[in-house]
């Protein structure tokens, strides 16, 4: 499917501002805010100027309160690792203590969602490629993958994450579902399959997402009746044939 | 015995050029043996698993049953799908018309290279004018190449058995798109194969050995009461925006 643009001016709009400048401009911005850890989230509180960067490469969601000097910004794990350990311009507290080695914030992310080693990996694999990634809890799927900012573009995929253990799309009608579901909201169903580190010792530490690959595929349904056309002949298309079509006397 | 006189289907009532009209004519020749004008004979050979063609009416014969030393031999979803709708006359070793019944039984058998499900997907696909093979064998063969269909056949069902130990899902077959000018001679290749991946979807290492071994696109069929759906799992690799 091609990229559906929002607005006429949409397309150049993104051409001119891509997306991994936008990450660079923020990288420089943060410059080692603190962000919160509390359960599975991170409160950052940033500069008006931040909140825009951060709202231009679409990592969190704003907080609405009354303050009016700070902004509160809601990070999800994987956006908040990303932040902290790729681009490495925030720092993470836990419960008013600095989290210095990434380890511990490693484990920490860890024992609170068992399956975000496989779901940061599919995270990062996209968003080093420039694909902004939110939330797909809307569409049923784990993301919702943009090519460049929501207010520019429709996303164009809808992704599922899946790891060798997993038990997603094991049978047919998770696979009709899943493919109905992206269907119905003009996406493209995509799979990624993260796969490596089957010994569980090495997941202790976050360099274990280097011995992680992830291969993408996408499931879509083909329709029979909507795909006759022979460009080669210019017969009309054959008339159907099947048993219920014969008259019976 | 079915005794209706089926109305012509909407498939071409004209007769292939060079074949003579001797067989119009209906007659009984016994309680159990009846011609129906416009019907194709085919007589059923069971040590090759398929039937060969012995009276042709119609061009379906253009996009149905493979040549062989000028001979048209069709396998068992063809002669199943043509005698539902009354295009074809199975015969048995006695002479006997096999009915629908018959067929159906030698499906459950799946001694003759097709499953009830993979017949779902031949039969859906030919009523909406697809273009339908068994994957692995060729429409024609070329002189003295190949010896006989059994022979052929043999190898393709063991090369197909060979290729379901490494692997749950299988090919079934090449579809091509609705063609009135197809040849079997030079049929081009498939707008995509059809294949079968059992009770679940076909693993991601499944997908990637059968695309290894076929250059056409795969499009894995469910069939589920009646419904026949399909669904391509393709490998892809998204592009590194600016």
């Not at chain 1, 994987?78 to 989290?99: H, P, S, V």
């Not at chain 1, 399959?193 to 690959?213: A, F, I, K, M, W």
């Not at chain 2, 097709?114 to 070329?142: A, F, M, N, Q």
């Not at chain 2, 022979?151 to 609705?178: H, N």
Request: aromatic share 10%; glycine share 6%.
């Amino acid at each position: 499917m091609a990229p559906r643009w929002k607005w006429k001016g949409a397309e150049a709009k993104a051409l001119a501002e891509p997306i991994s400048k936008s990450v660079s401009e923020l990288q420089l911005s943060l410059a080692k805010t603190s962000g919160s850890l509390s359960s599975c989230n991170v409160l950052l509180a940033v500069e008006p100027e931040q909140a825009e960067l951060l709202d231009r490469c679409c990592f969190g969601r704003l907080v609405l309160s009354a303050e009016k000097v700070k902004k509160w910004i809601q990070l999800s794990f994987e956006e908040a690792f990303y932040l902290f350990y790729i681009l490495k311009c925030i720092k993470l507290t836990l419960q008013g203590r600095c989290l210095e080695n990434e380890v511990d914030t490693w484990m920490y992310m860890r024992s609170k969602r068992p399956n975000f080693p496989v779901f940061f990996k599919a995270y990062s694999h996209l968003r080093s490629k420039n694909w902004v990634l939110r939330s797909g809890l809307q569409y049923g799927v784990d993301f919702v993958a943009y090519r460049h900012h929501p207010s520019l573009v429709h996303s164009e995929y809808s992704v599922l994450v899946q790891s060798g253990d997993s038990d997603r799309l094991r049978v047919w009608s998770d696979v009709h579902c899943a493919v109905r579901l992206s269907g119905s909201v003009a996406k493209t169903l995509l799979t990624l399959h993260v796969s490596g580190n089957s010994n569980r010792e090495d997941l202790n530490l976050p360099t274990c997402l280097e011995n992680y690959r992830v291969e993408e595929q996408t499931i879509s349904r083909w329709s029979p009746e909507l795909s006759r056309e022979d460009d080669e002949t210019t017969s009309p298309k054959p008339k159907v044939t099947n048993v219920s079509n014969l008259k019976t006397p | 015995m079915e005794e209706e006189d089926w109305e012509a289907s909407s498939s071409s009532e004209t007769e292939e050029a060079g074949f003579a009209a001797d067989d119009d004519e209906e007659f009984n020749a016994g309680p159990k043996l009846q011609f129906r004008i416009g019907s194709s004979k085919a007589r059923w050979v069971t040590e090759l698993g398929m039937a060969e063609v012995e009276v042709k009416r119609g061009k379906l014969w253009t996009t149905t049953g493979i040549i062989r030393s000028g001979k048209t031999y069709c396998f068992i979803e063809e002669a199943l799908y043509l005698s539902e709708i009354g295009e074809l006359q199975i015969l048995g070793d006695d002479d006997a018309v096999i009915p629908l019944k018959g067929l159906y039984e030698m499906i459950a058998e799946e001694k003759s290279g097709c499953c009830w499900e993979s017949y779902e997907v031949y039969r859906y696909l030919k009523g909406l004018g697809y273009i339908l093979g068994r994957h692995g064998v060729p429409w024609t063969s070329k002189g003295a190449e190949i010896m006989t269909p059994s022979g052929e056949e043999e190898d393709s069902v063991t090369k197909l058995l060979g290729d379901m130990q490494l692997c749950d899902a299988r090919a079934v077959f090449d579809v091509y798109l609705p063609n009135s000018r197809f040849k079997k001679s030079s049929p081009g290749e498939p707008s995509f194969v059809a294949c079968l991946s059992g009770d679940s979807p076909p693993s991601k290492e499944d997908v990637r050995v059968l695309q290894s071994r076929i250059d056409a696109p795969l499009r894995f069929c469910h069939i589920s009461q009646g419904r026949v759906s399909f669904f391509s799992f393709s490998s892809i690799d998204l592009s590194v925006l600016p």
